[in-house]
């Protein structure tokens, strides 16, 4: 599998104003199920998508690195799957996704 490099965003202000739990729920329904931004603030933040435009995710999920280029990538895989693949890249720059994924707390 290709999985594309991240490109992460220094702001992290998005990414602090959410706990663990929400964090984990938006990185997973951006690459497992493919969902925009704005239902993901909506569904998943309990968001009006109307007023945020889905900035909230977005901004979590860019300072995680993950753009565009994620969106649905694992569809289709189980979670540990998907980790499984991202371990078998070697790169550590996936360490903070898989530790996400995984259900562990990060920074």
Same mark, same amino acid.
């Given at each position: 599998?290709?999985?594309?490099?991240?490109?992460?965003?220094?702001?992290?202000?998005?990414?602090?104003?959410?706990?663990?739990?929400?964090?984990?729920?938006?990185?997973?329904?951006?690459?497992?199920?493919?969902?925009?931004?704005?239902?993901?603030?909506?569904?998943?933040?309990?968001?009006? =998508? /109307?007023?945020?435009?889905?900035?909230? +995710?977005?901004?979590?999920?860019? *300072?995680?690195? #993950?753009?565009?280029?994620?969106? %649905?990538?694992?569809?289709?895989?189980?979670? =540990? /799957?998907?980790?499984?693949?991202?371990? +078998?890249?070697?790169?550590?720059? *996936?360490?903070? #996704?898989?530790?996400?994924?995984? %259900?562990?707390?990060?920074?």
């Amino acid at each position: 599998m290709n999985i594309p490099k991240l490109n992460k965003s220094e702001r992290d202000r998005e990414y602090n104003l959410y706990n663990t739990v929400q964090r984990e729920a938006v990185v997973k329904a951006f690459l497992f199920e493919g969902m925009h931004h704005r239902q993901i603030d909506s569904k998943i933040l309990g968001l009006d =998508s /109307d007023y945020t435009h889905g900035f909230q +995710s977005m901004g979590i999920l860019h *300072y995680l690195g #993950l753009d565009r280029h994620f969106k %649905g990538l694992f569809r289709d895989m189980s979670v =540990s /799957d998907a980790i499984n693949e991202l371990k +078998s890249t070697k790169d550590s720059s *996936y360490f903070d #996704l898989i530790t996400i994924l995984e %259900g562990h707390v990060i920074r």
